[in-house]
């Protein structure tokens, strides 16, 4: 096969995976940042600017924190002033919606005041503001803390502990719609224990009341760049957007598997297209069992050969998440096959690098 007609196969191929452009996310909503160091967040996995200055960059190597699944990417930094990225999501007007990601603060250099470094906008176009995280200089480290709205229209509570400097931490936020006027609610947790994670929400680490209007819905997910006397060197990675605890927080296996849910228990089989897709070098791969039994998930190239075994054991019912680091593969197409009791069902994939 010439050069030319193999260049024209993989774009083909890449045309059909790469689904259109959606600049509204659906939830639950998983990101990872998977994507070229170097480059700009905006313009990419749904995320937008809403102003002028210094943007948000991608950076090689990603986060991690006991008992949550490895990234499947990389990771944003962003420090002082500079522009707000914005990632739109199916809009929420009741209930309480969650968003979780892994901080990291590496430098304090300069911070005088606190400021917020995410939140939530109200719609499409709005910024009126809902549960934003706060940052702030405490001793050596620094503190986290919340806020239904803007002040006054809400207090900024802190949680307690200090936490360190270049040490992650998980951060989960929520805003919950409380009938009634002003009286919305904000709440943080603080590196939650993993005894929870895929389950029900824990006591939080800090509250916040709105005391001004209420908020008609949540629409944006926005990281926010203040100013260079206020915005510390952030890391943020593994963001994760949605309407329960259990969809922000992923329980994790010994053998690496990630619990996906913790609602009722699937009612039947299904094995999910793998995200990204085309990937480099990582990919996700969901997939629900819905009775006891002993479960194989295996990769094999378009030989038929086998390429790798990401599962082997006995499972629960209840859904699942499983990454596969081809980091050691060549580029080309991938079948990964599921096997559960009398069940298969077979998926394609792509890695180009």
């Known amino acids: 096969m010439s050069t030319t007609l193999r260049l024209l196969v993989i774009v083909a191929l890449v045309a059909l995976f790469i689904p259109a452009t959606q600049a509204q996310v659906t939830l639950p909503h998983y990101d990872g940042f998977n994507y070229t160091p170097g480059t700009m967040l905006r313009g990419q996995g749904g995320w937008d600017a809403v102003n002028s200055g210094d ?3 991608i950076a090689a190597g990603n986060l991690s924190y006991t008992g949550f699944p490895s990234s499947a990417g990389n990771k944003i930094t962003f420090s002082g002033a500079g522009q707000e990225q914005v990632k739109l999501f199916t809009t929420v007007t009741a209930g309480t919606f969650y968003y979780s990601y892994l901080l990291r603060v590496t430098s304090l250099a300069g911070i005088k005041a606190e400021a917020y470094i995410s939140g939530l906008y109200q719609s499409a176009t709005s910024t009126t503001t809902g549960t934003l995280v706060w940052v702030k200089q405490d ?26 400097l270049n040490t992650t931490c998980l951060v989960v936020g929520a805003f919950q719609f409380v009938d009634g006027t002003s009286n919305d609610s904000a ?33 944006r997910f926005v990281i926010r760049q203040d100013a260079d006397t206020t915005t510390p060197n952030c890391e943020i990675d593994e963001l994760r957007l949605g309407t329960s605890w259990a969809d922000v927080t992923r329980a994790i296996s010994a053998t690496g598997v990630a619990e996906a849910d913790d609602g009722a228990l699937p009612h039947s089989f ?84």
């Open 55 to 57: 943007t948000v960059w």
């Open 139 to 164: 001793g050596a480290g620094f503190a986290v803390g919340v806020s239904a709205r803007t002040v006054p229209n809400a207090p900024v509570n802190y949680y307690t502990t200090t936490q360190s």
């Open 187 to 219: 709440k943080i947790w603080v590196n939650p224990d993993a005894s929870t994670f895929g389950k029900t929400a824990p006591s939080p680490s800090a509250i916040s009341v709105n005391t001004g209007t209420d908020l008609t819905g949540l629409a």
């Open 270 to 353: 299904r094995l999910e297209q793998n995200y990204p897709n085309p990937f480099n070098p990582s990919t996700n791969i969901r997939f629900s069992v819905a009775s006891a039994g002993n479960v194989t998930l295996k990769v094999s190239d378009v030989l038929g050969r086998e390429i790798a075994t990401l599962v082997n054991e006995t499972m629960s019912p209840g859904a699942y998440n499983v990454r596969w680091n081809a980091s050691s593969a060549p580029s080309g197409m991938y079948f990964y096959t599921i096997r559960a009791g009398n069940a298969v069902e077979t998926k394609r994939m792509l890695l180009v690098k």
